[in-house]
């Protein structure tokens, strides 16, 4: 995964948290928030991020070398609100991927990590994980395909027919930490990702952060989803602001 650009710093605070506390056969197991300065090194490389949801405090600081990876696990929280300095070369990529414990190849005793393509923008006020939402395969932190984590699984949302109204889309994105945003109709799905059918939430404007989507009527009703279950629906993209 390339982190390059303007967007690098932005990716990077949405990811990377926690100070280090254990490491074993040059694995670092990270399960505590950070408080002051942290300088992760290759040495120590990669990082694992697999036991708790995860914070930077405010004034806190967390600086990674060229080369170092981080391992990130299935439906955790983070919480970022101080800086992260993230800053790779062409020959030494900082690189975030997904860690499971049931694929040996993203096991951290493995000397191969498998890359993820999707990278994860975690929905930073609410800390049960059936309560996430995030967005991917966006070129910024600000853009992307809505998901949300239903299932055990994240779940690609789609819709028709720009069924979601102006406050749908403005509880989405004040869920994700902004004020609000747009959203449009993108590719059709064709069942790219595990998926859910989400075609109007029916949100009053009035749900808190917290809960944000999830309180809307059209989600607390049975909603379908499923591999199968989107077929030539459009996937839910959002600009936020």
């Known amino acids: 995964m390339k982190l390059h650009g303007k967007c690098i710093y932005q990716y990077a605070l949405l990811l990377i948290l926690s100070q280090t506390t254990e490491v074993i056969f040059g694995l670092t197991y990270i399960n505590s928030s950070i408080t002051g300065t942290q300088h992760w090194t290759l040495n120590e490389s990669p990082f694992i991020i697999i036991h708790n949801d995860f914070i930077i405090n405010p004034k806190s600081k967390l600086i990674i070398d060229p080369g170092v990876r981080i391992l990130i696990g299935a439906g955790l929280s983070i919480k970022v609100k101080g800086v992260i300095y993230a800053k790779g070369t062409s020959d030494r990529r900082i690189v975030f991927t997904k860690w499971s414990a049931s694929d040996k190849h993203n096991s951290p005793l493995e000397n191969n990590v498998n890359e993820t393509k999707i990278l994860p923008r975690i929905n930073t006020f609410t800390d049960q994980p059936y309560h996430k939402i995030r967005l991917v395969n966006g070129k910024c932190i ?3 395909e809505l998901q ?14 720009n069924e979601w109204s102006k406050i749908d889309s403005r509880i989405a994105c004040q869920q994700l930490g902004y004020f609000n945003g747009n959203f449009s109709l993108g590719a059709q799905s064709f069942n790219r990702y595990p998926s859910v059918q989400i075609i109007k939430p029916n949100c009053f404007g009035n749900e808190t952060n917290k809960l944000g989507l999830f309180s809307c009527p059209g989600l607390m009703e049975n909603i379908s989803y499923g591999r199968n279950i989107c077929g030539t629906l459009m996937s839910l993209c959002f600009l936020l602001k």
């Open 148 to 161: 949300i984590w239903l299932a055990s699984k994240w779940r690609s949302v789609c819709s028709q027919n």
């Open 142 to 144: 600000n853009q992307g």
